[in-house]
């Protein structure tokens, strides 16, 4: 089985809790309580969106992100 690599990017919500995305499958997104839980139910939520991907016979997304600080004078 073949495996790939993504990039996820974690966003501490207000209050509590964590929101993770996955910039190159748009649309997957998912959360946790902890940094953990968070990156564990986006790993879950990317298998079942390339799961999804494969039932309808379209590509699977390969990584693109090239991810560089950039520096802004405030």
Do not use: W
Request: proline content about 5%; hydrophobic content about 40%.
């Amino acid at each position: 089985m073949e495996s790939r690599y993504y990039t996820v990017i974690i966003e501490e919500e207000e209050g509590a809790g964590y929101h993770v995305f996955c910039p190159v499958l748009k649309g997957c997104h998912s959360q946790g309580d902890t940094i953990e839980e968070a990156l564990a139910n986006i790993h879950e939520a990317i298998e079942a969106y390339i799961e999804s991907l494969k039932a309808h016979s379209e590509p699977i997304p390969t990584e693109n992100i090239l991810i560089k600080p950039l520096q802004v004078a405030v």
